[in-house]
Nanobody, 114 residues
Framework: QVQLVESGGGLVQAGGSLRLSCAASLSIRSINFLGWYRQAPGKQRELVAAIRSGGNTNYADSVKGRFTISRDNAKSTVYLQMNSLKPEDTAVYYC????????WGQGTQVTVTS
């Protein structure tokens, strides 16, 4: 059983920055896949960024060059640094991992105003 707790969401103006954190209830050192997803109203949940245990990352085209995912194994925490935010980044952001099955956090709201 893995519990994921997101934090760091909020209200920000376009062009601003936020850093999301996802704290896991157990060590993430051996967990290969850690990802951030988002879901905007009326839209499907989409993968924003993912990081593997070897440090390899991938990003949605819409956030490349603006968002950075990172992991701190010692703190069992995954981060999503979001810069140059746009109104279309408004969504609930979820942390997710896969061990024996998928685990999801409760989500954190990010609202970007124009």
């Amino acid at each position: 059983q893995v519990q994921l707790v997101e934090s760091g969401g909020g209200l920000v103006q376009a062009g601003g920055s936020l850093r999301l954190s996802c704290a896991a209830s157990l060590s993430i050192r051996s967990i290969n896949f850690l990802g951030w997803y988002r879901q905007a109203p009326g839209k499907q949940r989409e993968l924003v960024a993912a990081i593997r245990s070897g440090g390899n990352t991938n990003y949605a085209d819409s956030v490349k060059g603006r968002f950075t995912i990172s992991r701190d194994n010692a703190k069992s925490t995954v981060y999503l640094q979001m810069n140059s935010l746009k109104p279309e980044d408004t969504a609930v952001y979820y942390c997710m991992t896969i061990t024996n099955r998928d685990y999801w956090g409760q989500g954190t709201q990010v609202t970007v105003t124009s």
